[in-house]
């Protein structure tokens, strides 16, 4: 056997089969490429979900995390630390907010954020006691906790693993009239992605965000917005609320917040809505530890000088621009997307999304699918246009088998 079905076949024997990874195993990997146990290199056109905005092993975050190895990584939230307080300010200032709270992986920051609204509602908007109702999209992805997969609509993430939370309403996603008929006033937040990354990059339509700010605050009802994917540069703006001019009464962030190379994760409010917890009522010994804040402190200043967020804006357009020609050819039936982000929708008879996934893998690219024949696209910001305009020259030579 290669040392690849090696590896493969030694991680299978006492791994839980929770994933269903590519037959690639990375051995390194910097910018925008990996190269595996063989010595081959692959274009990383997934960039971990979007926690890999910055690139593998971005110098400037890798010399922060160094820095911080050399002095403290844990104290726990039993004490206070050097990192925190600047990491709260500038979290904040970035967001346009007063207050953070720092957590670990995005699924803490979504049952973070519902914790907040729950008790935001019963102490402040004055719901009873147990009847707070919050308000989700069909098709949502948010995490794998039992709390959340008690209101997604993707069978494979909740089948199985009841009884469900109760205190969620779906709606349809881009529905602004269904939205509006299920808030009621025991509703407390209504949770959204600006753009939902797992359904497929689906784009709300034009004015949907703006109606859904309108509504919640007319309606006193926090509007969530879950960036944990959309959010830090990827769609050309630091958020994807931006492209709307909206601003959500509660950021939920993860993912690049921790360059790639720790897991950081925050819900980011003003003072009235997470001003709601007391001592006891909420924690984490790794949330805000001083060396995910010095990670996280670089990538907020690298997001400052809007740099990655113009990359993300002119070779959005230009991969937008190339894959849109690929549209009515008789192998892609539609592209969506946003900024270096595209759910591009392969016809069937092209074969499944995983096949073109391989397929691609085969020359060299690593791109993730979803929902049956889509695939999706989602580069480090840092890809150079040369090595963007390989990438799809690669799909086109798979589209054209």
Same mark, same amino acid.
């Given at each position: 056997?290669?040392?690849?079905?090696?590896?493969?076949?030694?991680?299978?024997?006492?791994?839980a *089969?929770?994933?269903?990874?590519l037959?690639?195993?990375?051995a390194?990997?910097?910018g925008?490429w990996?190269?595996?146990?063989?010595?081959r &290199?692959?274009?990383?056109m997934?960039?971990?979900?979007?926690?890999l905005n910055?690139g593998?092993?971005?110098p400037?975050l890798?010399e922060?995390?160094?820095?911080? +190895?050399e002095?403290?990584?844990?104290?726990? &939230?039993?004490?206070?630390?050097?990192?925190f307080?600047?990491?709260c300010? &500038? +979290?904040a200032?970035?967001?346009?907010?007063e207050?953070?709270l720092?957590m670990?992986?995005?699924?803490?920051?979504?049952?973070?954020?519902?914790?907040t609204a729950?008790?935001?509602?019963?102490?402040?908007k004055?719901?009873?006691?147990?009847?707070?109702?919050?308000v989700v999209a069909? =098709?949502?992805f948010?995490? %794998?906790?039992?709390?959340i997969?008690s209101f997604?609509?993707?069978?494979?993430? &909740?089948?199985h693993f009841g009884?469900y /939370?109760?205190?969620f309403e779906?709606?349809p996603?881009g529905?602004?009239?269904? +939205?509006?008929a299920?808030v /009621?006033?025991?509703?407390?937040a209504?949770?959204?992605?600006? !753009?939902q990354?797992?359904?497929?990059?689906l784009?709300?339509?034009?004015?949907?965000?703006r109606?859904?700010?309108?509504? /919640?605050?007319?309606r =006193?009802?926090l509007?969530?917005?879950?960036?944990?994917?959309?959010?830090?540069?990827? /769609?050309?703006?630091?958020?994807a609320c931006? *492209?709307?001019?909206v601003?959500?009464?509660?950021y939920i962030?993860?993912k690049?917040?921790?360059?790639?190379?720790?897991?950081?994760s925050?819900?980011v409010?003003? %003072?009235d809505?997470?001003?709601?917890?007391?001592?006891?009522?909420h924690g984490?010994?790794f949330?805000?530890?001083?060396?995910?804040?010095?990670?996280?402190?670089?990538?907020?200043?690298?997001?400052?000088t809007?740099e990655?967020?113009?990359r993300?804006?002119?070779l959005?357009?230009?991969?937008?621009?190339?894959?849109?020609?690929?549209?009515?050819?008789?192998a892609?039936?539609?592209?969506r997307?946003?900024?270096l982000?595209?759910?591009?929708?392969?016809?069937?008879?092209?074969?499944?999304g995983?096949?073109?996934?391989e %397929?691609?893998?085969?020359?060299?690219?690593?791109v993730?699918?979803?929902?049956?024949?889509?695939?999706r !696209?989602?580069?480090p910001?840092v890809?150079?246009k040369?090595d963007?305009?390989w990438g799809?020259?690669?799909?086109?030579?798979?589209l054209?088998?």
């Amino acid at each position: 056997m290669s040392r690849t079905q090696d590896e493969i076949t030694a991680a299978d024997a006492h791994s839980a *089969h929770n994933y269903h990874p590519l037959p690639v195993v990375v051995a390194t990997a910097e910018g925008a490429w990996v190269t595996d146990v063989e010595g081959r &290199r692959y274009l990383d056109m997934l960039a971990g979900y979007s926690a890999l905005n910055f690139g593998h092993r971005n110098p400037r975050l890798l010399e922060a995390a160094r820095a911080q +190895l050399e002095r403290v990584t844990l104290t726990s &939230r039993a004490f206070h630390h050097d990192r925190f307080a600047e990491f709260c300010t &500038r +979290l904040a200032e970035l967001c346009g907010k007063e207050a953070v709270l720092p957590m670990n992986t995005g699924a803490e920051a979504v049952e973070t954020a519902v914790k907040t609204a729950r008790k935001w509602g019963y102490e402040v908007k004055g719901v009873p006691d147990g009847h707070a109702k919050i308000v989700v999209a069909a =098709n949502n992805f948010h995490g %794998r906790t039992t709390t959340i997969v008690s209101f997604s609509t993707d069978h494979e993430a &909740r089948d199985h693993f009841g009884p469900y /939370t109760p205190g969620f309403e779906i709606v349809p996603y881009g529905d602004l009239t269904a +939205l509006e008929a299920a808030v /009621t006033e025991n509703t407390v937040a209504v949770l959204m992605e600006p !753009i939902q990354g797992e359904a497929g990059v689906l784009v709300p339509p034009a004015g949907y965000l703006r109606g859904v700010r309108e509504l /919640t605050a007319r309606r =006193n009802v926090l509007f969530m917005a879950d960036e944990i994917q959309s959010g830090l540069g990827r /769609t050309g703006r630091t958020f994807a609320c931006e *492209h709307e001019g909206v601003v959500p009464d509660v950021y939920i962030l993860g993912k690049a917040l921790g360059g790639g190379v720790v897991p950081v994760s925050a819900v980011v409010a003003d %003072r009235d809505v997470l001003g709601v917890f007391r001592p006891g009522e909420h924690g984490s010994t790794f949330g805000g530890n001083p060396l995910a804040c010095a990670v996280a402190l670089e990538v907020i200043a690298m997001l400052r000088t809007g740099e990655y967020q113009q990359r993300a804006t002119e070779l959005g357009e230009h991969l937008h621009a190339e894959l849109g020609l690929l549209v009515g050819g008789g192998a892609v039936e539609s592209v969506r997307g946003r900024g270096l982000w595209a759910g591009v929708d392969i016809v069937p008879e092209k074969g499944t999304g995983r096949e073109i996934s391989e %397929r691609l893998m085969e020359r060299g690219v690593l791109v993730k699918d979803t929902h049956g024949s889509t695939i999706r !696209i989602a580069p480090p910001l840092v890809i150079g246009k040369e090595d963007l305009d390989w990438g799809l020259e690669q799909l086109r030579g798979v589209l054209a088998e």
